[in-house]
């Protein structure tokens, strides 16, 4: 039987002989990544945004056709949320980030589902599209999530997808998620990922969703992620949610333009590497996406008014959330490694190029 990632892998060796190891799993990043630096997670809704984000992520910052900067490219994790699937029809997304795939084949990437519930999670598993999906059952008591996680797991496992899931709460609002912080026990986490042999975790140390993350000087809990690493297995892969920095002057240019986005604030970006340090290996970024793209289209209408073309927008758009992109890879360590961590997938697939273990 060919399982999702063989299919994966087999479409693309087809497709490009020299470059076969494109749409990758998480687990496969993961594992070049762990301890030296986090990969970045960044979810899109449009095209726009995905043209921004794998120029970025190949260090192109003005056009398509720019050469490779080895200094900045770097692997990512493309994120699709229950709400961008919904936005227009996930087979839209998907077929964006198909065509970019093609456009830009040096790229190495996973797609994952962000936030998925059960019902999703299995519509991505049998899609043959993701490489990874989240289940996220947080708001659940700890036995009912294990036992939701764990029916997950064993489905996206036979197909060769990796899970991540969720233990404990953030705060903040994104889309339809509203939480109220509840840190993540390490007890737990321990027991967590014993008994549901999930992939990666999305541990709660402080941050939460939206623009809204932090008052006074509050930042990450390094003490409690610290305990999560020693209880947790070796080498074992841990998540930071709600990560965006919500820099200043991206809200201020807003404000500038009309906005009303007071007391914005976000997580420390000085914080990225010290948390990959400790076992973090992806990080969350979606909230710093939308305040790029917020902030340039309100600036355009406001300086033309007389303009009705969108394209113009996008287009300094595009080149403005590439360049963010390429800041955000160099905080967070990843920045430079696009063929370190190529040569690492090549040495160390298995057979069927994903995480199935064949």
């Known amino acids: 039987m060919v399982c999702a990632g063989e299919l994966l892998f087999l479409q693309t060796q087809t497709k490009n002989q020299e470059n076969p190891y494109m749409i990758v799993t998480t687990k496969d990043l993961f594992q070049h990544a762990y301890g030296k630096y986090a990969i970045g997670a960044y979810n899109i809704n449009n095209l726009e945004q995905t043209i921004g984000l794998f120029r970025g992520n190949l260090g192109k910052k003005g056009s398509n056709d720019d050469a490779l900067d080895g200094t900045t490219s770097a692997p990512f994790i493309l994120q699709i949320s229950r709400g961008a699937r919904s936005y227009s029809d996930k087979r839209m997304l998907e077929a964006l980030i198909r065509t970019a ?4 084949p040096e790229v190495i990437f996973a797609v994952h589902l ?30 009912k999530n294990i036992e939701i996680t764990k029916r997950v797991v064993d489905k996206a496992h036979a197909k060769g997808v990796v899970v991540e899931a969720e233990l404990g709460q953030l705060g903040g609002v994104e ?4 939480g109220s912080v509840k840190l993540t026990d390490p007890d737990q986490a321990a027991e967590f990922i014993e008994k549901t042999g999930v992939d990666s975790l999305a541990v709660a140390i402080g941050t939460s969703h939206g623009a809204f993350k932090f008052s006074g000087k509050q930042g990450l809990h390094f003490d409690v992620l610290e305990k999560i690493q020693k209880v947790a297995p070796k080498n074992f892969p841990l998540v930071m949610h709600g990560s965006s920095s919500v820099p200043k002057d991206w809200v201020e240019r807003i404000n500038n333009a009309g906005g009303k986005l007071k007391d914005a604030s976000g997580v420390d970006e000085k914080q990225y590497l010290p948390a990959a340090k400790l076992g973090v290996t992806k990080i969350n970024i979606d909230t710093d996406g939308r305040l790029v793209w917020c902030a340039i289209h309100r ?21 403005a959330y590439a360049e963010y992109i390429i800041h955000k890879n160099t905080m967070l360590g990843s920045a430079g490694q696009l063929e370190s961590a190529r040569g690492s997938l090549k040495g160390g697939k298995s057979s069927c190029g994903c995480a199935c273990g064949r």
């Open 101 to 104: 795939d093609e456009v830009f």
């Open 114 to 143: 962000d936030h998925g519930t059960e019902e999703v999670c299995y519509d991505c598993i049998d899609s043959g599209f993701y490489s990874s999906v989240m289940i996220d059952a947080s708001h659940e008591e700890f036995a």
């Open 175 to 178: 889309e339809d998620i509203v």
């Open 299 to 319: 600036e355009h209408f406001r300086d033309t008014p007389e303009d009705f073309d969108l394209r113009p927008a996008g287009k300094t758009f595009m080149k």
